[in-house]
């Protein structure tokens, strides 16, 4: 999801950022313009980013099977979403 929300960026700034919260807030910027859909996809890429955190960082363990299963579809969904997203 990062890398296509990366892409995205590129193609309508020119330009991307480095950090995941960076990418995130500025593809939160661009996708408030573009309806519920959008929102829902930026919160998904949002979601990914708390996902991740918790399997790089967490110290107690948790069983992170069901919400990475359900992170999957989204990220799908967010992958189709970002390619069809016209050039501005």
Do not use: W
């Not at 309508?12 to 990418?23: I, N, P």
């Amino acid at each position: 999801m990062f890398h296509a929300a990366t892409a995205v960026l590129l193609k309508h700034r020119g330009k991307a950022t480095l950090t995941h919260g960076g990418l995130i807030g500025i593809f939160g910027k661009l996708a408030k313009n573009r309806g519920e859909t959008a929102r829902q996809h930026g919160r998904a890429l949002n979601r990914a980013e708390d996902l991740r955190l918790l399997a790089d960082h967490e110290m107690a363990y948790q069983d992170l099977t069901e919400a990475g299963a359900k992170i999957c579809e989204e990220a799908q969904a967010f992958i189709d979403f970002c390619e069809s997203i016209p050039s501005e």
